[in-house]
């Protein structure tokens, strides 16, 4: 499988993951789902809690910053197209979260793209038994790369 990344890093004050920790996660994500296209395309654009609040409130009707929002690419065409879609994550918001769930930044961003992509892959977790779905499949993935179920607080990266 051939990955394109798009990386737009528009939040200056961070210490997000460089892209081949980003590829390795969208990757894992992907090859778990039995992606079948070839050729694969993901934006993705790393934010600050003011561009995460405005796209929050504005395509989701939510309030404030979240850590990760996504988008997938929903165009009708004869053929199917590489673009998978877009993720947006908020750097401050991982960074606090990771603190207050006593986890590592990495494994907190690992989570959030793996996450991300299950969301643009067509998994959610509205109803409970999507959400223990899509847990499921998290920690699956999580785990296959070597860090910490994500729904236990308090797990620390070896």
Not at 58 to 83: D, H, I
Not at 105 to 122: D, R, S
């Amino acid at each position: 499988m051939r990955l394109k990344i798009d990386v737009q890093r528009a939040c200056e004050a961070t210490d997000s993951p460089d892209e081949r920790l980003l590829r390795r996660w969208i990757k894992a994500a992907l090859v778990n789902q039995e992606w079948t296209l070839d050729d694969t395309e993901v934006a993705l654009r790393i934010v600050d809690e003011t561009e995460s609040a405005a796209l929050n409130q504005q395509y989701r009707g939510g309030r404030g910053a979240t850590n990760v929002l996504s988008f997938p690419f929903a165009a009708v065409t004869p053929e199917p197209l590489p673009m998978l879609g877009d993720l947006v994550i908020c750097a401050p918001v991982v960074a606090r979260e990771a603190a207050e769930q006593n986890k590592t930044e990495e494994a907190h961003w690992a989570h959030m793209l793996v996450h991300g992509i299950l969301h643009l892959l067509g998994h959610d977790h509205l109803t409970d038994d999507e959400a223990e779905t899509m847990e499921a499949l998290e920690t699956q993935i999580m785990l296959r790369l070597n860090y910490p179920a994500p729904y236990i607080e308090g797990a620390v990266t070896p």
